[in-house]
């Protein structure tokens, strides 16, 4: 089978973009095929933008206050990815909900990591709401984004134990350090042309079937 090129990626920030460095990282130890196109935040302020400066990439401001309607926001972000040949979408830290006129464009194309085992704790505080239910294992899940929130295909999930004293600080650090793991790696399984989605459920293709021996607890068994 012939090799696949790299993935043209954009990806899209409201914050620090420590998912968008830990993709910049994998991209440079070689453990993912990607060319970072472009990096565009509806924050000028947003470290992510530095980041992406200090390695060359393109890195816009688009403030969405600018616009009229949500739907005239992502106009303006659509253009800026097409104009560079942008194929995958990835939303990393981006605090804003999608319209159909950025979801018509990119069908399929575009993902998402939120810190909770979805469908569990959608929405923005997924640690502090984990905590407060009570649960004993949380974790992050990459899907990808459909109109809704939270709410699309899930890619991948890693779990982390809630431990006692844990606080949101403590648990979302957890949480980030699994983020920066399994983002890169769903980038790469799209990259391989390695995911179907069939209804709601992504079919990983050539899945290693011994993880469906394993099973988490906490605590564990006696």
């Known amino acids: 089978m012939a090799e696949r090129p790299a993935v043209k990626i954009g990806v899209l920030v409201s914050g620090s973009g420590t ?4 993709i910049l ?16 935040s509806n924050r000028a302020r947003a470290y992510a933008l530095e980041r992406a400066r200090n390695h060359g990439i393109a890195a816009l401001a688009i403030d969405h206050r600018q616009f009229a309607s949500r739907e005239d926001f992502d106009r303006a972000l659509v253009r800026e990815l097409r104009a560079r040949d942008v194929e ?28 909770a085992l979805l469908p569990s704790f959608p929405g923005i505080y997924g640690p502090r709401d984990a905590l407060e239910y009570g649960v ?15 709410v699309g295909p899930i890619i991948i999930q890693s779990a982390v134990p ?29 990259q391989e042309g390695r995911l179907q989605v069939s209804g709601r459920r992504v079919i990983i293709r050539d899945a290693d079937s011994a993880s ?5 607890a906490n605590p564990r068994p006696r």
């Open 136 to 150: 004993r294992i949380s974790g992050c899940t990459v899907f990808f984004v459909t109109e809704g929130v939270d």
């Open 25 to 40: 990282d994998a991209v440079a130890r070689g453990d993912l095929k990607a060319e970072v196109r472009v990096v565009i």
């Open 212 to 216: 469906e021996s394993l099973a988490l």
């Open 19 to 22: 998912n968008l460095q830990a």
């Open 162 to 190: 809630v431990l006692p004293g844990d606080d949101e600080e403590t648990l979302a650090a957890r949480i980030h350090r699994e983020e920066h793991r399994i983002y890169p790696e769903a980038i790469r399984l799209y």
């Open 88 to 115: 995958l979408v990835v939303c990393a830290g981006f605090m804003r909900l999608l319209s159909p006129v950025m979801l018509d464009a990119y069908t399929g194309r575009i993902m998402n990591i939120h810190p």
